[in-house]
């Protein structure tokens, strides 16, 4: 299969360009690969040469990147060049939620994509194809369309430039990337010239079956991406309102998931109850539908897909709340032990994760917490609660919380962590958490102690034996623990 494809650039070197960049270098060595970002910081650490200090944590990635970097995958800040140099252009920038002006709080910001197709028009050579993988709302193609053509018209004599685009959304989902890019469910391209599609397609068909490649047209493939996120963080909220039910009935969430996911029209993936769904995306591209959907003039569309944030918002809120009710109604001046800063396990990244508002519920009520996470960094909590926060490693302080009067500290050891604390809350369902040994480190806990676990770490197995402790415990959807 070849696509005469020979040197691509990647605009965006985080979450998706990195990740999905080092896949396709690795499965095309033919190809050159090149990944720019105009965060020279990241592209730094993207060339460090300790892997371990790569800018995102994801399994499988370092042994690529040690495979393909300086061969055919390069990380660089000469975005200017490398899009000149290039035949085919990803557009993997960030689109977030804008936070100011028409659509404040729903719309995507689309100002980093068109800085993009403004930095492709001027500088790409050429026929040039651009693919959208930045999730994008529905006819943004068209923008990109106009300002490239808007260029090439221009300057069509000087640089000879012209273009096709293309909508090619990601579907990885973090922790598991890897994995999802090189065998994905599907890989959706959009699109209205053939040939531009066939020569996308040929490069995805070097490792992947070609059955599993739809064609679309651009539209359907950029609402194809919103409403695949939407249906997902809709099963969230779905198992998460009846876990509440389950609390307050005497049913297990765990059994009422497993009984309904053997119906194969439901299917049992997504159907685990947690502390609310966090990631960069699900919540964004729900809003972002929710903004569309009004602006077509449709508000019974946009009320229903919000109730799916708004009972995210809810039951984080709801369990921070319940933290406080069992703690005797107060948590001021309680050592609280966090176990898990990340949006999912197997991720650094903390975008949206349950833990930021739980964590700020609990501080506002003057709670003390002691944070463990195996790959979040404590900077990067202390800047998501806006706090600053005390480590055992960096300030090299034996035992920090009886030195100062900070409400935030961060311990790598889990038992140090646990050491006199009131309560201890799993938000992040990292193995290690599973593995713990409660029958020993509830003794050093403060009586009554307390384990609230929003993410099934407790075995029912488990459970059982630890009922035998001295321990208090609260598990999601569990109405058989009160
Ligand atoms: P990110 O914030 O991790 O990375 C985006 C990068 O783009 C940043 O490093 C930023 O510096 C860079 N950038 C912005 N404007 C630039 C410009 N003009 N020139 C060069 N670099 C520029 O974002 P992400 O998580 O990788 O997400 C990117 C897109 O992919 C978003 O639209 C997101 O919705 C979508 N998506 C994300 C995921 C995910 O799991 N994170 C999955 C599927 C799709
Ligand atoms: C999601 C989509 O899955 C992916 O296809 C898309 O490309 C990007 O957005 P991501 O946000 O990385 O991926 O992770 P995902 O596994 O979907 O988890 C999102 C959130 O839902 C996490 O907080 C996770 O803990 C939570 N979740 C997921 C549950 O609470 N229960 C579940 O059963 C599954």
Request: one cysteine or more.
């Amino acid at each position: 299969m070849t696509s005469g494809i020979k040197n691509i650039c990647c605009i965006g070197a985080g979450y998706v360009g990195g990740p999905t960049m080092s896949v396709l270098a690795d499965k095309c060595p033919e190809i050159q690969v090149n990944v720019v970002d105009l965060n020279v910081a990241r592209i730094k650490a993207w060339n460090s040469r300790d892997l371990s200090k790569l800018p995102i944590f994801e399994p499988g990635l370092k042994e690529i990147v040690e495979r393909c970097r300086g061969e055919n995958l390069h990380f660089t800040d000469e975005v200017e060049k490398k899009i000149s140099d290039a035949d085919m252009i990803f557009i993997s920038v960030n689109t977030p939620t804008k936070t100011s002006g028409v659509g404040a709080g729903k719309a995507s910001d689309l100002k980093w994509v068109e800085a993009c197709a403004r930095e492709v028009a001027k500088f790409a050579k050429g026929h040039t194809i651009v693919v959208e993988k930045s999730t994008l709302p529905v006819r943004t193609a068209e923008v990109i369309k106009k300002i490239l053509e808007a260029s090439a018209s221009s300057v069509a004599e000087t640089k000879n430039a012209s273009f096709d685009v293309l909508s090619n959304p990601e579907f990885l989902a973090e922790g598991t990337a890897i994995k999802d890019l090189e065998d994905p469910d599907r890989v959706l391209i959009g699109g209205e010239n053939e040939k531009a599609i066939e020569k996308l397609s040929d490069i995805y068909q070097r490792w992947v079956p070609e059955e599993k490649i739809l064609k679309t047209n651009i539209w359907s493939s950029e609402l194809a991406k919103l409403t695949s996120n939407a249906f997902l963080a809709q099963r969230i909220s779905s198992i998460n309102s009846i876990s509440a039910l389950c609390e307050a009935t005497g049913a297990d969430i765990r059994e009422v998931s497993r009984a309904i996911g053997t119906d194969t029209r439901i299917g049992s993936k997504f159907l685990t109850s947690g502390p609310g769904f966090g990631g960069s995306c699900f919540k964004k591209d729900i809003l972002n539908l929710v903004y569309l959907s009004n602006h077509f003039g449709l508000p019974e569309v946009a009320n229903f897909w919000e109730e799916v944030v708004n009972l995210n918002k809810w039951h984080q809120n709801r369990i921070s709340k319940l933290i406080v009710k069992k703690l005797f109604g107060t948590v001021s001046g309680k050592k609280i032990a966090i176990l898990g800063f990340a949006f999912k396990a197997d991720t650094n990244d903390t975008r949206e994760s349950a833990a930021i508002s739980i964590c700020k519920d609990l501080l506002e009520e003057g709670a003390l917490l002691k944070i463990n996470d195996p790959k979040v960094s404590p900077e990067q909590i202390s800047q998501d609660l806006s706090q600053k926060i005390l480590t055992d490693k960096i300030n090299k302080v034996k035992n920090p919380i009886n030195q100062t009067n900070e409400c935030c500290y961060f311990f790598s050891d889990i038992n140090k962590a646990i050491d006199g604390t009131d309560a201890v809350v799993i938000l992040t369902e990292w193995e290690i958490y599973s593995k713990i040994n409660w029958s020993e480190v509830c003794k050093t806990m403060r009586k009554p102690s307390w384990i609230f676990d929003t993410r099934s770490s407790i075995s029912d197995e488990t459970l059982r034996t630890i009922k035998k402790y001295d321990l208090n415990i609260w598990r999601i959807g569990d109405g058989s623990v009160k």
